[in-house]
């Protein structure tokens, strides 16, 4: 077997950046409701790590070609190193080549003194499409265990099959009044939204600051990624104080997709159909300045079964569970 070559990944470094675009298309599961990798998105991906997290990016060459990659996301604070990306071509399969990755994934660990590997994979739910299994099967082989905790339910809401709009937007109750803004929060909201996010509606962290850099840095690798995003909030009209928000979120190359992201009602006033309201008058902001929306896609911890709820009456359906595998390096 020719030698395998490792280099990190460069975004500087336009033949190996090109043979990982190529790599990450051509192996891409495109199908079902996923759209292709969009190549402004994958690059920027590369320059603009996640708040709070450390990314170290790598390819593996055969005769000068780019055979594998692997992405490992190293959150602050944490012992964990996450898999994000652990890729073979599919014309260089079943030769070594995943082990090889998941090996450099330990050394990689070692080196920055974590002790867990961890990444998510998709299962199959049981009213729901097959799943290609291959995946946990090699994670099963490299000594990785699912876990009990982390499963998160993906659902999608195809705009051409249910348009949750039909029915209009239900009236706001009285004392809460809609907010909209676009990929950059405004001055005033982005200390609320940072903690609304962290706290996911619970009690408010002090830490002003660094609560309102979070929101900004989250933005920086957004606009790094060519993504743009489209927001509606609630106020609460006789504190003045913005008390949720929902997101959606899309990618520059695929026009019909794009992500339902965070939503989330300050646990205090929570119980009037806020989250519903929200996200179907943002949905409507949306599909105004994104006329070829089809697809929305979105995740919920598993435990989440109000929010889960909600995606459902909108249309959303359940389409695989979302599991966190560990190994212990």
């Given at each position: 077997?020719?030698?395998?070559?490792?280099?990190r990944?460069?975004?500087?470094?336009?033949?190996?950046?090109?043979?990982?675009l190529?790599?990450?298309?051509?192996?891409a599961?495109?199908?079902?409701?996923?759209?292709?990798?969009?190549?402004?998105?994958?690059?920027?991906?590369?320059?603009?790590a996640?708040?709070?997290?450390?990314?170290?990016?790598?390819v593996?060459?055969?005769d000068?070609?780019?055979?594998?990659?692997?992405?490992?996301?190293?959150?602050?604070?944490?012992?964990?190193?996450?898999?994000?990306?652990?890729?073979?071509h599919?014309?260089?399969?079943?030769?070594g080549?995943?082990?090889?990755?998941?090996?450099?994934?330990?050394?990689?660990?070692?080196h920055?003194?974590r002790?867990?590997?961890?990444?998510?994979?998709?299962?199959?739910l049981?009213?729901?499409?097959p799943?290609?299994?291959?995946?946990?099967?090699?994670?099963?082989?490299?000594?990785?265990v699912?876990?009990?905790?982390?499963?998160g339910?993906?659902?999608?809401?195809?705009?051409?099959?249910?348009?949750?709009?039909?029915a209009?937007?239900?009236?706001?109750?009285?004392?809460?009044?809609?907010?909209?803004?676009?990929?950059?929060?405004?001055d005033?909201?982005?200390?609320?939204?940072?903690?609304?996010?962290?706290?996911?509606?619970?009690?408010?962290?002090?830490?002003?600051?660094?609560?309102?850099s979070?929101?900004?840095r989250?933005?920086?690798?957004?606009?790094?990624?060519?993504?743009?995003?489209?927001?509606?909030?609630v106020?609460?009209?006789?504190?003045?104080?913005?008390?949720?928000?929902?997101?959606?979120?899309?990618?520059?190359?695929?026009?019909e997709?794009?992500?339902?992201?965070?939503?989330?009602?300050?646990?205090?006033?929570r119980?009037?159909?806020?989250?519903?309201?929200?996200?179907?008058a943002?949905?409507?902001?949306?599909?105004?300045?994104?006329?070829?929306?089809?697809f929305?896609?979105?995740?919920?911890?598993?435990d989440?079964?109000?929010?889960?709820?909600?995606?459902?009456?909108?249309?959303?359906?359940?389409?695989d569970?979302?599991?966190?595998w560990?190994?212990?390096?």
């Amino acid at each position: 077997m020719n030698t395998l070559e490792w280099h990190r990944l460069d975004p500087d470094s336009e033949k190996l950046l090109d043979g990982w675009l190529t790599l990450s298309t051509e192996s891409a599961d495109t199908s079902g409701y996923t759209p292709p990798p969009c190549p402004v998105d994958l690059v920027g991906s590369v320059r603009f790590a996640p708040p709070d997290t450390e990314l170290e990016d790598w390819v593996v060459c055969r005769d000068g070609a780019v055979v594998g990659a692997l992405r490992l996301a190293l959150p602050a604070a944490a012992p964990v190193v996450r898999v994000d990306q652990l890729l073979v071509h599919p014309n260089h399969r079943r030769r070594g080549i995943g082990r090889a990755l998941h090996e450099r994934a330990l050394e990689r660990a070692a080196h920055h003194n974590r002790s867990v590997l961890s990444t998510t994979l998709s299962a199959a739910l049981p009213d729901g499409p097959p799943v290609d299994e291959t995946p946990a099967a090699f994670a099963t082989a490299m000594g990785a265990v699912p876990s009990e905790k982390g499963a998160g339910i993906h659902q999608w809401l195809d705009l051409s099959e249910h348009d949750p709009l039909a029915a209009g937007i239900p009236p706001v109750p009285a004392g809460y009044r809609l907010v909209t803004w676009g990929t950059v929060t405004p001055d005033e909201y982005a200390l609320t939204v940072s903690t609304l996010e962290q706290s996911l509606g619970g009690e408010q962290r002090s830490d002003g600051e660094v609560e309102t850099s979070y929101a900004r840095r989250f933005e920086r690798m957004r606009i790094g990624r060519g993504r743009r995003a489209y927001h509606t909030g609630v106020l609460h009209e006789p504190s003045g104080q913005l008390i949720g928000y929902t997101s959606i979120s899309k990618t520059t190359g695929n026009p019909e997709h794009a992500l339902q992201g965070m939503t989330v009602v300050h646990v205090e006033h929570r119980g009037h159909g806020l989250g519903r309201i929200i996200k179907l008058a943002n949905l409507e902001l949306a599909r105004r300045h994104e006329p070829r929306l089809r697809f929305l896609e979105t995740t919920n911890a598993e435990d989440n079964a109000a929010m889960i709820a909600v995606n459902e009456a909108l249309g959303f359906r359940p389409h695989d569970r979302w599991v966190v595998w560990n190994r212990t390096c």
